[in-house]
């Protein structure tokens, strides 16, 4: 099939974009807007948008609703009917007879010219898409200009076959649509991948990514093209939404320009800051509140805050008690400060009496522990669920991945509210990323990055009271939990062994607060969410071999 002009030249626009899950009707919008700007604007040929463009990524069991699926058949209908001027391949779900199919329709001037079915169906980590779909089996080459471009879809591009199978067909250029998330390292990976594919084909590649948050996922964007060796030709930045031209001259994709390798901690944040705005804006949210106690964690978590919406929807709220240090409410006071948000001081010494009062006949005789330490997490977290009710403000929890892992954290108390940024961002990462920010504009106080943590619920309490020092608890979580290595190989790897036991048995005996947590951003390959799936109720024990 020949679309588009009959020049050797073809230009494509990258469309990295921002897809709301379920908002059919609006994403047809912001398709057919795109394809008058990159028409317009850009003198394109050709516009690609992202996987599943049509209904956001991932849609999950919307797709069993028949009514939602009529709104799909709508918005293909309509697409037909305006695009015009441009050749548009767009990622949208596809039904034939009873078969749902990942697909991508190629469109111009009301005529749907070509479509191609996803064949490898990821269904690992964060993916279940054999829930939902049929994979396809043939290639789909469309001639764009004089160009034969082979199309595929995500994960169609990290195996070998369904691009060998459109270079066979004769396809010149591939083409590759995707809802990609990220985790630390991703560009990387995927710039190997794509070369690897187009040298052992010989064809150059044009990748489009999706941009924008989603739950925990993120989608960084990166949209980018290799030539036949495989090497970067063309990079978009991360985090950001933009159509981004692509030219194709006699069948090899020009030099343009390359967005910056940004660091670790720099790609990290950026993400964590995407994926609170989308959450914010996505859900109707009015602006966030969060308790900041002085401490690291709240520390952060106020600057991604305020990073992410502006610090006009921000309110920070210190809640000190009988054991809250001098030191705490003036560093709170300074972040509070620099960052130029709301800040009010709720003391938690009255709700906390009268707790301890009207329990008083059931503690009787009892020594205080724990429970004590509860209760005044729990009274700040009914006042910030009552100020995130009362102005529809989302409440923002502060905790991280360490002491989620652990169970280091309180039920309905700093665990209450409505979304985690740092609910994947192991304890250390959150002392980098807090560096990184400061390097950008000074605004978390140098005495948080240097005192000892601490929840401050007990006299002198320190977390190493309760806890490993992170410089040792981190590095055995990341191997138990990421990499699912067994308690006798991380002793191997030089960890001391009645450690590495106390914390595998803390993180499988906590299974039941995490599942009771907010969701959260995540930045690893292996978060406590969609790609982490163990049973609460469990006689599995890996910290022993269980014998002959």
């Known amino acids: 099939m020949t679309t588009g002009n009959r020049n050797p030249g073809l230009r494509i626009v990258m469309a990295q974009l921002d897809f709301l899950v379920g908002a059919v009707p609006a994403n047809t919008d912001r398709i057919l807007d795109a394809c008058r700007q990159a028409r317009d604007r850009h003198a394109a040929d050709v516009v690609v948008f992202p996987e599943l463009a049509l209904t956001g990524y991932p849609p999950e069991d919307l797709l069993f609703r028949p009514h939602f699926m009529e ?5 293909i209908r309509r697409l037909c009917r305006h695009i015009s001027g441009v050749t548009a391949i767009v990622g949208c779900p596809l039904q034939e007879d009873r078969l749902l199919f990942n697909a991508a329709l190629v469109i111009r001037d009301g005529r749907i010219l070509a479509q191609y079915k996803k064949q490898l169906l990821p269904n690992y980590s964060v993916f279940d898409e054999k829930r939902y779909f049929t994979p396809g089996e043939e290639p789909c080459i469309v001639t764009l200009g004089e160009l034969p471009v082979g199309i595929t879809i995500c994960e169609d591009i990290w195996q070998a076959g369904p691009a060998q199978q459109a270079a066979a067909a004769g396809a010149r250029l591939l083409v590759n649509l995707n809802a990609s998330p990220f985790h630390a390292g991703k560009r990387d990976e995927r710039e190997q991948v794509l070369a690897l594919r187009a040298r052992e084909n010989n064809l150059p590649i044009v990748y489009v990514n999706m941009v924008g948050g989603q739950d925990e996922l993120v989608f960084d964007g990166g949209s980018f093209v290799v030539d036949a060796q495989g090497a970067v030709t063309q990079h978009a930045p991360a985090c950001v939404e933009g159509l981004y031209p692509v030219d194709i001259a006699a069948g090899a994709p020009a030099t343009a320009d390359c ?75 300074a ?39 509860n209760i005044q997490a729990r009274c700040r977290g009914i006042i910030l669920m009552a100020i995130s009710n009362k102005q529809r403000r989302i409440l923002l929890t502060t905790g991280n991945k360490s002491e989620m892992s652990v169970g280091y954290a309180t039920l309905y108390g700093d665990m209450a509210g409505g979304f985690a940024p740092l609910k994947d961002v192991p304890k250390l990462l959150v002392y980098r990323l807090s560096r990184y920010r400061n ?110």
């Open 71 to 75: 709104h799909v058949q709508v918005a």
């Open 259 to 333: 967005a910056p390798r940004l660091t670790l901690e720099a790609a990290i944040y950026d993400v964590l800051v995407l994926g609170v705005r989308d959450y914010i804006r996505k859900n109707g949210f009015d602006g966030a509140v969060l308790g900041l106690s002085g401490g690291i964690d709240s520390a952060l978590t106020l600057t991604l805050a305020v990073d992410a919406i502006g610090a006009e929807r921000v309110e920070a709220v210190m809640m000190p008690s009988r054991y809250t240090a001098p030191m705490s409410l003036e560093d709170a006071r």
């Open 335 to 373: 972040e509070a400060t620099a960052l130029g948000v709301h800040y009010r001081e709720i003391a938690i010494e009255k709700p906390f009496e009268s707790f301890l009062g009207v329990l008083a006949p059931v503690f009787a005789g009892l020594a205080a522990d724990s429970t004590e330490e």
């Open 439 to 548: 390097s950008l504009a000074a605004v978390i106080p140098q005495r948080v990055l240097e005192r000892p943590p601490s929840a401050e619920l007990a006299p002198d309490q320190k977390d190493v009271d309760s806890l490993p020092p992170y410089e040792v608890l981190d590095p055995i979580l990341e191997r138990y939990i990421e990499h699912d290595m067994s308690v006798e190989r991380i002793v191997a790897e030089g960890f001391d062994a009645a450690v590495v036991a106390r914390v595998a048995a803390m993180v499988d005996r906590n299974e039941y607060k995490r599942r009771q947590a907010p969701p959260g951003v995540r930045i690893t390959q292996r978060a406590f969410g969609r790609d982490r799936r163990y049973p609460i109720t469990s006689g599995y024990q890996n910290f022993q071999n269980g014998g002959d």
